[in-house]
């Protein structure tokens, strides 16, 4: 099993630009969510679902957009990036056991210039 | 809203005992979780506890107390590769959402 895969690893964009990070997992969970790291502040999360078309929103989910169309792929969509989106972009999945441990992607470090 | 507190950084000896504590508030509370991250790595999961008490694995061990919202991560026979930062996380209500701490760095020295 590949786990939980994201791409691209490394991502330049504009003030202004739109893009779509990828992430996808092979472990049939149904479970994703997408975080944000940013030094001092540890994981913020964005959006999560529950399952193939349903998401919801978490603790900052200004400015992105996700949809879940199938159990294995989660993207999450800048509309128009803004500096402040400069960050670590994490995926993260996981089964509905009774621990929810989380398995997390390698992760997309995104610079808005 | 919930919010979770953890001490910025500690430091430690290699082959000591160190403990990181937890506390939190939460609007509800399914369980309380403990990540390890190395620098530029992912999260990677420890333990997690949905009860009171003492959970082990190996040389890490967490303790919960739902009653005192508070929780702690125990490392013992500490290694330099633990170096690391460490975050709780808690499970709302509903189950669904995880939220993080702010972390805490692990300074082991020699």
């Known amino acids: 099993n590949a786990g939980v895969t994201q791409t691209p690893k490394f991502q330049v964009l504009k003030t202004g630009q739109s893009m779509t990070l990828q992430c996808a997992q092979d472990m049939n969970h149904e479970y994703m969510s997408w975080y944000r790291q940013d030094p001092g502040m540890g994981l913020r999360l964005i959006h999560y679902?529950?399952?193939?078309?349903?998401?919801d929103q978490g603790e900052v989910p200004n400015g992105y957009n996700v949809s879940r169309s199938t159990t294995e792929d989660f993207p999450l969509r800048l509309l128009s990036a803004a500096p402040s989106q400069t960050s670590v972009y994490f995926c993260?999945?996981?089964?509905?056991?009774?621990?929810?441990?989380?398995?997390f992607g390698p992760g997309t470090r995104l610079t808005v210039t | 809203g919930q919010s979770l507190e953890q001490p910025s950084e500690v430091t430690a000896v290699e082959g000591a005992i160190v403990q990181i504590n937890c506390t939190y508030q939460?609007?509800?509370?399914?369980?309380l979780s403990w990540y390890q991250q190395h620098d530029g790595g992912a999260p990677t999961f420890l333990s997690y506890n949905a009860l009171d008490g003492l959970e082990e694995t190996g040389r890490f061990s967490s303790f919960l107390s739902r009653s005192d919202s508070y929780g702690y991560l125990l490392l013992q026979e500490l290694q330099m590769k633990d170096s690391a930062s460490y975050f709780c996380a808690v499970r709302d209500t509903g189950g669904f959402k995880t939220i993080f701490g702010a972390g805490t760095r692990l300074f082991v020295k020699a």
């Open positions: 993260a999945s996981s089964s509905s056991g009774e621990s929810y441990e989380q398995y």
């Open positions: 679902s529950v399952g193939a078309g349903i998401t």
């Open positions: 939460t609007s509800g509370f399914y369980g």
